[in-house]
């Protein structure tokens, strides 16, 4: 038996679901959590020594950073965003989309003028880094909270930065993917003194999981 227990820290929804399937895999179980009812925020697994909890998607890097959980599951949005000093050990393969600059169609010309525009995002960071460090281009960045495609649609901003997966949401808008920032999907995050110090056992883990992507 391990002496301390091994705590992961899970975004919320979906990526906390898809994770505990592909745990379930690897016979790691925690029947509790699937209780839909409870408000429970902590559930463990005795045999393995394992605890898992489910947080807001951009505090799982900010658990994970400060080691009040080992190993952390979050979109690589995220992860780029919140800029945590975290160990990204392992790409999970589901909640696969891409981030994007989208816009109405008359957008496009701003961008490839490079034109001093307003792009409303719930990533300033990312919009940031890919408008000033990689296209050289100086935009306003305006930060917005959800329904970011409204950003266009009521002339708040002349481009958007945001997930696409299906595209259903822009289509629906009227709106169209511009240009394509980087792909996205769900991430294994890791302490960096949890990988110093529980090493074998998180090597062991990351294998076995490897094994079943
Ligand atoms: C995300 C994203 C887009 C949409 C993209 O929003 O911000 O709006 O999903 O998905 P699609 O390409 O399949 O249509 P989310 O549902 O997370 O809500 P939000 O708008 O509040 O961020």
Not at 39 to 61: N, Q, S, T, W
Not at 124 to 143: E, L
Request: glycine share 8%.
């Amino acid at each position: 038996m391990e002496d301390r227990y091994l705590t992961f820290a899970l975004g919320k929804g979906r990526l906390a679901n898809k994770t505990m399937e592909l745990l379930e895999e690897i016979g790691i179980h925690c029947e509790e959590m699937k209780d839909k009812d409870t408000r429970k925020l902590i559930f463990a697994d005795e045999k393995h020594k394992m605890r898992f909890f489910l947080a807001k998607g951009p505090d799982v890097p900010t658990y994970v950073e400060y080691g009040a959980a080992d190993i952390g599951v979050v979109g690589k949005d995220t992860i780029m965003e919140e800029g945590r000093r975290v160990y990204e050990v392992l790409d999970l393969g589901f909640g696969k989309c891409r981030m994007c600059v989208c816009g109405p169609e008359t957008s496009r010309e701003l961008l490839e003028h490079h034109e001093m525009i307003r792009v409303a995002t719930k990533y300033p960071h990312i919009a940031k880094d890919y408008f000033y460090n990689h296209k050289h281009q100086t935009v306003d960045i305006i930060k917005l909270n959800g329904s970011v495609e409204l950003g266009p649609i009521v002339e708040l901003s002349d481009v958007i930065v945001d997930i696409v997966e299906t595209g259903g949401t822009l289509k629906e808008n009227g709106l169209t993917v511009l240009e394509e920032i980087c792909p996205l999907s769900a991430r294994m995050i890791v302490n960096q003194v949890s990988m110093q110090m529980q090493t074998e056992r998180i090597r062991e883990l990351i294998g076995a999981i490897k094994k079943r992507l």
